[in-house]
């Protein structure tokens, strides 16, 4: 076998693989004479059917059956001996497949970058310390209250943090226009939801009572025909209602999993929860700023299209799974094109293969001990405990993923041992809003 390779540009790879002809006609003879053994043609006995009738009848596509075993096993055979490693499938293009002549056929693919090892002693990272306190226990608190509250209807004139159920009629010039009329609608005032006057123009209003408001859209609302414009509503208010948050009792603990111990081992119960949810984000804070400057250092790394290409794909997969059962009956590529994910696409990509360099130089398995612990930790927040951890322990795939975070918190740990840490302190709120770039490799 005859191979030659050529690099068309950055990571792209043009193999030219020329394979003796021999090895195709004994690979269709012999393929052949075990077909006459069984082959039923009428006129012939089985097993009597003589070669030629058997070439004449199937050796064409017999042929093209081994033609496209022996490129594939040959292409294989040919990266192996050039020691290349293929980023995705190749794009296989005969030139040569006369019978009795040798096969020439050109592969064209990606192959993985190579990644140089860094000095990772530059990447800077800030640990967050923090701890809840009894405010932030107590705002916590009232917003399990807020999420458990009714609105209840109140014989009184509409405020702000009320929930209104309003019929309205929006006009401009006189006319009507699209999208601006509603019967029947709950607004809760203060929320909003409505352009700027239009729930202060409520507020003070009672069940039964109609007002008219002349407000303005935005300069730079969505719809081109409503921007800046000078419109009026006609409201009428049908029922005005207020929130009622739930008493710190029995039956709201219970909600929450709490069924002994009163509010004291509510206090506790959300005061876990917390604890658990400030180690998370710190660690996702941490994580983030490593990975940050990991790809800070990397920044000669080129991406294969094909890899950045799939995870466009997966990606977008997992937007329109928001979209329900609706998905099935929509096209994926026109409703969120590769644009949407490209640059994100090829960050995650970018990411997973220096890790992947990395977990290989520092020799990083997952470690079963952490692993046990990882499960035992995500499985604090159910009741069944044991059943979500045996769970994990019967399914392979679920397991390799918690196994895949272990690693991946390894190396963290090993980039950290070599980065300039300092301590920077925060709120509870502040480890708990969202890093600016979400990271996740795996």
């Known amino acids: ?36 053994k069984t082959v039923k043609i009428n006129g012939f006995r089985p097993g009597k059917v003589p070669m030629k009738v058997i070439r004449q009848r199937y050796g064409q596509s017999v042929r093209m059956e081994v033609l496209g075993e022996v490129m594939n096993e040959s292409f294989y055979e040919a990266i192996q001996q050039q020691g290349l490693k293929p980023a995705g499938r190749p794009d296989i293009e005969p030139k040569n497949m006369d019978e009795g002549k040798d ?67 929006g006009t401009k010039d006189g006319e009507v226009f699209e999208g601006g009329s509603a019967e029947g609608s709950d607004l809760e005032l203060g929320s909003g939801r409505m352009i700027p006057g239009f729930e202060d123009g409520i507020v003070g209003l009672s069940a039964g009572e109609e007002k008219t408001l002349s407000l303005s859209f935005p300069d730079d609302y969505h719809n081109e025909e409503l921007k800046g414009a000078a419109v009026e509503f006609a409201i009428k208010v049908n029922d005005v209602k207020e929130k009622k948050l739930p008493e710190l009792n029995e039956d709201l603990f219970e ?8 509010e004291e081992a509510f206090r506790k119960e959300v005061e876990k929860n917390m604890l658990r949810e400030l180690k ?7 994580k983030n700023q490593v990975m940050e400057g ?27 799974q928001q979209f329900g059962a609706l998905a099935e009956q929509l096209n994926a590529a026109d409703i969120l094109p590769d644009e949407l994910f490209k640059e994100n696409a090829e960050r995650r990509v970018k990411l997973g293969l220096i890790l992947n360099e990395l977990i290989t130089i520092e020799g990083i398995k997952a470690d079963q001990d952490k692993v046990k612990a990882a499960l035992a930790e995500m499985a604090e927040s159910y009741e069944d405990k044991d059943e979500i951890i045996n769970w994990y322990m019967s ?23 070599k980065a300039k840490v300092s301590e920077e302190t925060l709120s509870y709120e502040e480890v708990l809003s969202p890093p600016q770039e979400e990271d996740d490799a795996s």
């Not at 050529?6 to 393929?31: F, H, K, N």
């Not at 399914?395 to 041992?417: C, F, G, R």
């Open 395 to 417: 399914n392979p795939q679920q397991l390799q993923q918690i196994e895949a975070m272990v690693v991946e918190e390894e190396v963290v740990e090993k980039l950290l041992e």
């Open 280 to 286: 998370n984000a710190t660690k996702a804070r941490i």
């Open 103 to 169: 096969i020439e056929f050109v592969a064209t693919f990606e192959v993985f970058p190579e990644i140089e090892a860094k000095d990772y002693s530059g990447i800077e990272v800030k640990t967050p310390v923090s701890e809840v306190t009894s405010a932030d226990l107590d705002k916590m608190i009232e917003n399990l209250r807020q999420q458990r509250a009714d609105w209840q209807t109140v014989e009184r004139a509409a405020a702000t943090g009320d929930q209104v159920n309003i019929d309205y009629k």
């Open 255 to 262: 909600q929450f999993g709490v069924k002994e111990g009163g």
């Open 1 to 36: 076998m005859q191979v030659s390779v050529e690099t068309t540009s950055g990571l792209e790879r043009r193999l030219i693989v020329g394979v003796p002809s021999q090895r195709v006609d004994s690979a269709v003879d012999s393929r052949l004479q075990e077909a006459a």
């Open 294 to 320: 990991v790809l800070a250092i990397h920044t000669d790394v080129q991406v294969p299209k094909a890899l950045v290409s799939q995870e466009i794909d997966a990606l977008r997969n997992q937007q329109m």
